[in-house]
């Protein structure tokens, strides 16, 4: 399975991005879906999965709240909706394909990243 990340860009703290995941196959609706980033000079981190079906979320302490994971499983693709973005979101964000979670090891397949610039 390919994955393809888009959405990041520049924006000012406060400010709000969507960033997208498209799969190659429509065996996607079949994988639990994660984001994860990796700040400037920082190991790859967890910041939200959500199950195949989209019933359950979960997401890391920093970005609960800010937020929202999604899935529309007819595109074959998952969402990520960041708003009150603060300046440490900074960071290439990279979705991921597998069986959930907040481990990375559970994660099979890897998008290429797409990056994340918040300014103070």
């Known amino acids: 399975v390919q994955l393809q990340a888009s959405g990041g860009g520049l924006v000012q703290a406060g400010g709000s991005l969507r960033l997208s995941c498209a799969a190659s196959?429509?065996?996607?609706?079949?994988?639990?879906a994660g984001w994860f980033r990796q700040p400037p000079g920082k190991e790859r981190e967890f910041v939200a999965a959500?199950?195949?079906?989209?019933?359950?979320?979960y997401y890391a302490d920093s970005v609960k709240g800010r937020f929202t994971i999604s899935r529309a499983n007819a595109q074959n693709t998952v969402y990520l909706q960041m708003n009150s973005l603060k300046p440490e979101d900074t960071a290439i964000y990279y979705c991921a394909l597998g069986r959930g979670g907040s481990d990375q090891l559970r994660y099979a397949y890897w998008g290429q990243g797409t990056q994340v610039t918040v300014s103070s």
């Open positions: 959500i199950s195949w079906s989209g019933g359950s979320t």
């Open positions: 196959e429509r065996s996607f609706s079949g994988y639990a």
